[in-house]
């Protein structure tokens, strides 16, 4: 052994990966002593469906037994609601799983992976994992812009991520976008369209994007259990992908990345479409409510497409968007600071029950009301 090695006192990480900044998941407590509102992820106020529930309980039964590693019957399920072929179908332990699995399959140290200036944290995370280089497009007008993620493609670009709808802005771009910019890549460089609140838009010009996913070698969509279905606990995501994707993802993923439980309420919940029906209409209905009135209080809000809104707070002379955090936080509103998606200025709020959408407006009025009659907080 050498001396060099000899002197080491502990094992490093490999270059780069303490240059990582975790992720930091949204807050669940509240600074009040009272009841809490969790607006903090994106998580569904009407929770999963009751039979996925049961699903989930029954499976305790089976506890000794291994999950079967290739989740086949939830596959199929899948499969069979979107008119998919389930061999085309990986399942991960989330759909953040799948895209670390994504970014270590097709980066390489050195390599280039693009997503947008706002665009969701775990993208830069599984870039860097891989040891490859973050490259970060512009938006516009916190949009993602096309011709902005095109400009930055090089011969090293491996990988482009693009949340439509994204997150935490709620905006998207209409599949016409998307066609586009895939008709300008190479053909080398893998499009991952996430579209993990693809339930909830209802525009005419968007598409998650199984179209492409199904006719092209280098576009992958990734779907989550974790948003409309409300099974975020449960750690179910998917991807739909090219042959050739699927098994180089099969090949390094975990052998069972997807526990019984979870596998068989993944099955109840995609089954239920009454449910998922049932939280569309909710979504509709309270994100249009929820953006008229923080509207009329004076806020600008982000139009969203998705289950949260972004609330900006600069034109609140005097009050920061931290502010906001802490004052609403002491009325049990447990909204997500967005600094560190380069939005210091910004709460992203999760559409919720009746009773916490009608709390935090009724919150933010006096926020704004505290403000104009010069009181402090
Ligand atoms: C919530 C979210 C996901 C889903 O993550 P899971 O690991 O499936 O819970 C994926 N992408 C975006 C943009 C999200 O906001």
Redesign the pocket.
Known sequence: MNDMIKKLTHPEPRNGILDIEAYVPGKSSALGSGKTYKLS??ETPLGPSPKAVEAFRSAAAELAYYPDGAATRLRVAIARQFGLDPARIVC????????HLLAGAYVGPGDEGIFTEH??L?YRIAILAAGGVPVVAPETRYTANVDAILERVTERTRIVFI?N????TGTYIPFEEIKRLHASLPLSTLLVL?A??AEYVRMNDYSPGLELASTYENVVM??????IHGL?AA???WVYAPARVCDALNRIRGPFNLNSAAIEAGIAAIEDSEHVAKSVAHNAKWLKWLTAEIVKLGYTVTPSV?NFILIHFQNQIGKSAMDADTYLSQRGLVLRYVGSYGLPDCLRLTVGTEESNRLVVAALADFAAEHTSGRNL
């Open positions: 992820s994106n991960g332990n989330g759909s953040d799983d799948l895209l665009g969701f775990v949340a709808p994204n997150n935490p996430d993990a609140y990734t779907r989550t259990f974790s948003k975020a750690r179910i995501g998705a």
